[in-house]
């Protein structure tokens, strides 16, 4: 989809805990190791340069972070999980409150998942998406940094980042903040995703026929 216009998100609130949040139509949630690109991700999205500031000014790095959207609908900022500096407090947290969130936030539709093009998935980034499958939240991934990675490198690197996360090519959307590949082409996916959750993975190869 071309010439999909920034996305209206605007900040609304940070909660710790799923219950304190407004109702929404239809949420799309952003999860992702620290320094993926989640908060240029989503400023990008918004052609704001200092939105996603919000969710990493103290005291909010570790909370549930809310962003308008449009028609009711609203996209949520997870705090970045892996982070070896945090205080180990905020280490434990992050996992029993975005757990009850992803759990409990019946409008939830969407989990987007950025993994860095960059480097790859992570143990980590491959653990969180064996969660959702096993808990059955529908997902996509995102892969980040496009940019960086250099175009000879390019065919393999979508290749094997797929493979890493158990996907198609095709259920892998690549975007670059800094150079905005993909990003108009992301912006319509997240419309489509908070209204109607993902179109269902597709398996990586058709199922064997059972003998007759
Ligand atoms: P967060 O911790 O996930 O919110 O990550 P940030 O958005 O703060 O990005 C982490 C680092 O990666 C920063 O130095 C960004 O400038 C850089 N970064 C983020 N997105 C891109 C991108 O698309 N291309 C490049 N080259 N760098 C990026």
């Not at 180990?88 to 019946?106: D, H, N």
């Amino acid at each position: 989809m071309s010439g999909v216009p920034p996305l209206p998100l605007r900040f609304v609130t940070s909660a710790s805990d799923v219950s304190t949040l407004p109702e929404s139509e239809g949420e799309m949630a952003f999860v992702g190791r620290s320094n993926v690109g989640k908060s240029s991700l989503v400023n990008a999205l918004a052609n704001r340069r200092q939105l996603a500031r919000v969710s990493k000014t103290p005291g909010r790095t570790q909370l549930i972070n809310l962003f308008s959207l449009h028609d009711g609908h609203t996209l949520v900022d997870l705090p970045g999980y892996g982070y070896a500096a945090a205080p180990k407090t905020e280490r434990r947290r992050w996992g029993p409150m975005t757990e009850r969130y992803l759990l409990e936030r019946s409008s939830l539709r969407c989990v987007g998942v950025l993994v860095d093009g960059e480097i790859g998935p992570t143990p980590l980034d491959t653990a969180v998406l064996d969660w959702l499958r096993d808990v059955e939240l529908g997902f996509r991934v995102i892969a980040t940094k496009f940019d960086k990675v250099k175009a000879s490198k390019r065919p393999k690197r979508r290749r094997d980042l797929a493979a890493g996360c158990g996907l198609l090519e095709s259920d892998v959307t690549w975007v670059s903040a800094s150079t905005g590949v993909n990003i108009e082409l992301l912006r319509g996916r997240i419309i489509e995703w908070t209204r109607d959750g993902p179109p269902p993975i597709r398996p990586l190869r058709s199922p064997t026929p059972t003998p007759r």
